[in-house]
């Protein structure tokens, strides 16, 4: 980071995570904690209502959260600061959370699991504007489109099939598929007979074409 001190602050409901962010982060010489907030209208609040005052370069935002949650601020504060560099610090790995925070325009979406080293290197990727994503979180990601382009769709096909059907057009075994969506080999093998009939498809390449002709996978 070239020398130069991030300003980070600090939105969690909890003191004591508040407390322990900000103890380790003080530790460290490229970070400076200038603000916190215990929810999200309060992290808004703060930094709208300064006038004059020192703005943070990255703030460093806990997701569930009363009265506004994580996603939301974000939103909000991006809307006001376009500039400003989010990360969301979660407990959470719900596959709709991850999308709800990414596209309200967090850089990166970090779990509280995490190592002290790792939490510094995402927040150091995040004022660089490079987003940091572990495996599972990137997982849950994709899991979340997909799923959202499942439920966008009037094909007829049931959410289930419509899952082993994308499955199928990223070149998924059943084997694959029924580790992923939780189900035995005997029921992927039914998921596929009845999209092949219902597609009036005859093998399984045909339907990972017809997967992308319909748009649902690039």
């Known amino acids: 980071m070239s020398g130069e001190t991030v ?11 508040r407390m322990g962010l900000k103890t380790y982060l003080m530790l460290d010489p490229r970070f400076q904690v200038i603000a916190e907030a215990s929810d999200g209208q309060q992290a808004v609040d703060r930094l709208t209502g300064t006038e004059g005052g020192v703005m943070p370069d ?41 999308v709800k ?6 850089v990166s ?21 490079m987003p940091v994503m572990t495996g599972d979180v990137a997982q849950a990601l994709t899991r979340g489109l997909r799923q959202r382009t499942v439920q966008n769709d009037d094909s007829g096909l049931t959410e289930r099939e419509k ?29 596929v007979s009845n999209l092949l009939m219902k597609c009036e498809l ?12 319909q748009g649902w996978v690039s």
């Open 7 to 17: 300003k980070v602050m600090i939105v969690d409901d909890h003191d004591m995570v």
């Open 58 to 98: 990255l703030i460093l935002m806990d997701l569930m959260m009363p009265v506004m949650n994580g996603a939301e601020a974000t939103k909000a504060l991006l809307a006001r600061f376009p500039n400003l560099k989010i990360v969301i610090l979660t407990s959470f790995l719900e596959d709709d959370l991850v």
């Open 101 to 106: 925070a990414i596209e309200a325009g967090a």
């Open 109 to 129: 979406y970090v779990l509280k699991t995490v190592s002290a080293e790792e939490l510094i290197y995402a927040l150091q990727g995040a004022f660089k504007g």
């Open 163 to 191: 899952e082993v059907l994308l499955l199928i057009a990223e070149g998924k075994t059943n084997k694959d598929i029924g580790e992923e969506l939780h189900i035995s080999i005997k029921t992927v093998k039914t998921h």
């Open 202 to 213: 005859e093998d399984r390449t045909q339907l990972a074409i017809y997967a992308h002709r």
